[in-house]
């Protein structure tokens, strides 16, 4: 069933927002964005879900130990994720920022290509033509210019593809953000705006983000903006599929995403500094896996053996996350420099017929050592 919304503002967007799935599991039909997921479907967004929580989980126990510089934990904030990645279409584009685990592990890019900007072994992880979605923005907003611009590509080779840029609350503030949806509302880029509304920019409130919800600053540039709930996976999958059915022929939609951000901001953050147990505990009753598990056992689509099952793949899944980043190969320092320009680096700075050298040859650990120990007597 083709979703019915037709792009009006969303009454939603002042309102509680968009739900299907409440926090017991209950399914209440929003005629608007239908749910048109089969059983098999259902089941592959909960298993997705339930392994990047287990990403995640032995991530953040990989960076305790060491094994990784930092780490962005998206703990509760997977249902946003899993349930764009179903909503997009293999040949468009998505642009995340640095907590997309979900997106990503729903893209196809792998666990050392999550993992690997983490440990520090590249300067992004993936190719993003490969699986139609970008290596993260660390800077804030950055992504929303580069998915604006990509979507104005888009239209202009007049496949019917769109983009997706997924940017945070304390990014809504960014200047590049804004002027971004200028441009998109200007060229109507096929573009969905999805902002992840997770109560925090590290220890700035979203309060101070905004006067009024974030979804109704669309309306200032001319195109819908729609708030969901952003722990219901269901609902996320439905209003994605819609603004992306939309933006395709309609131009840009916003979407506010409200979550909540369940681990401090990053492993180098201590979040209780600046808020409460009590305030992360609230959001513990609104999880976004518990309340599709809920529903799932409702529908007799899952049962405890199954449960034990995926249970069993996700330890084997951390087992796998703890090997690979143990196994990282350390890349080649002369690498480092690679694909920051077209053509070679030391070519492109030397005026023409000015012989350049060759490349210096590759040193090894063990001449590397003789070298340093000689050196330093
Ligand atoms: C241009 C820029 N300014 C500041 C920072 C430092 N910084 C890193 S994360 C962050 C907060 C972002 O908050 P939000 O957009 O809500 O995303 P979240 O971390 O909650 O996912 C800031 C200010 C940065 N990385 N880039
Ligand atoms: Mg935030």
Redesign the pocket.
Known sequence: MPPTWTGEPCDGASGPPIQVLDPSGQFTADPRFPVDLDDGDLLGLHRDMVLVRQLDTTATALQQQGELGLWASSRGQEAIGVGLAAAVAPSDMVFP?Y?EHALAWCRGVGISGILGLFRGITNGGWDPAAVGLAVPS????AQVLHAVGYAMGQQLDGGGEATAVV?????SS?GDTLEAMVWAASFEAPVVLLC?N?G???SVPAARQSRIPLAQRARGFGFPGLRVDGNDVLAMYAVARAALDYARTGGPVLIEAVTY?MAA?TTADDDMRYRTRAEVDQWQERDPISRLTAHLVDCGLLDDGALAELQHESQRLAEAVRHEVRTMPMPDVRTLGRHAYASDTRASLVPAGVPVAPPAPAVDSAVRATALSAAHG
């Not at 660390?138 to 907003?141: D, E, T």
Request: glycine share 16%.
């Open positions: 920022s907590r660390i800077v804030i907003g940017f945070g609350d304390g990014a960014q992840i997770n925090w920019a590290i951000r901001h």
